[in-house]
């Protein structure tokens, strides 16, 4: 079955909140995750409502057992899931049934202001573009996804981190105006700072378009609302020297992945030595309160989401492992950004790029500068 009904969830009609259509069954630790996440929000946020797109029969038990979820959802009956396997070009073809479908199409009709799922990212971005379509002037979406730093904030942002394995430099330069918008209203920076993720940080390295995206990032700052530091490395990632790491798919998506795995063996190495002696669990007792300071500073649950930039709608992605705890953040980040108005100034900056001289065949005419 596809969607019941169009009536936007009583609970949210009139009273000004905003609504998250959810990917109820996507995930792997299935929709008891998912609506748990749903209730930490609901119970931090009276300002949110949701619909749930699933199996009816499963969702209904495991809502009654949520008081805080009571009259803020609504259950909009899909009988089809997409699987964490299952190939885009199938979902595209045969998955109008589907919850991960539904939730997206909820936000396509504006009965919701976002999108949250924890399934297939390469199913979830292929229905994204072709249900809610890529905004005027974007060649390709991105996914942007948040990096524990010693910024004052404590985080960096990073993009592409998975979206599209290939990047030029017409892209890298929307990645970083796409980038700014975000930080802008997702992190609250008024004026970003954007560094270009190369192999080093001189000039003269780097394959060709990043050497032509280095002069275009330069060049627009005025622009783009953004100051430019150049050309960043792997460990500035998690650096106070930049906001936004500006990089192709492929890259940012090996570079995320190192990054939580490295995250995992340290919290792994550090339980296994304070095990290791009957001192050694002493010294953990006392350490206690710095320890659980730095497990939550490093916790991926807690920047738990990727944005697809680039959509005419805020579609966030969650990790497909995700607890309640980071579902929750995934909401509260689809939140923040539909309750900003993101996505409409996000359109807004890119169509304000869109200036004479911002086309390869003008830079080739040019030898690859923007007059």
Known sequence: MGVADSKPPRSTAGSGRIVISVDAMGGDRGPAAVIGGCAMSASKNPDIGFILHGRRDELEPLLARRAQ???????????????????PSHVMRKGKDTSMWNAI??????EAQACVSCGNTGALMAVSMVRLRKL???NRPAIACLWPSR???GFNMMLDVG???????DDLLQYALMGASYARNGLGLERPRIGLLNVGTEEHKGRAELKVANEMLEQRQALGSYDYVGFVEGGDIPSDRVDVIVTDGFTGNVALKTGEGTAGLIRDFL?????ATPLSRIAALLAMTSLRRLSKRIDP?????GVFLGLNGTVVKSHGSADATGVSAAIKLAFKLAQSGFNQRLAERLASAALPGNDPASREAGNGNIE
């Open 105 to 110: 199409e909820a936000v396509r009709s504006g």
């Open 271 to 275: 339980g296994e030595a304070f095990k």
């Open 301 to 305: 649950r807690r920047v738990n989401g």
């Open 151 to 153: 910024n004052p904030g």
């Open 69 to 87: 979820l009571k009259d803020r959802c609504e259950i909009r009956d899909a009988e089809g899931v997409v699987t964490m396997d299952a190939k």
């Open 163 to 169: 979206a599209d394995v290939r990047a030029d430099e």
């Open 136 to 138: 005027d002037g974007v």
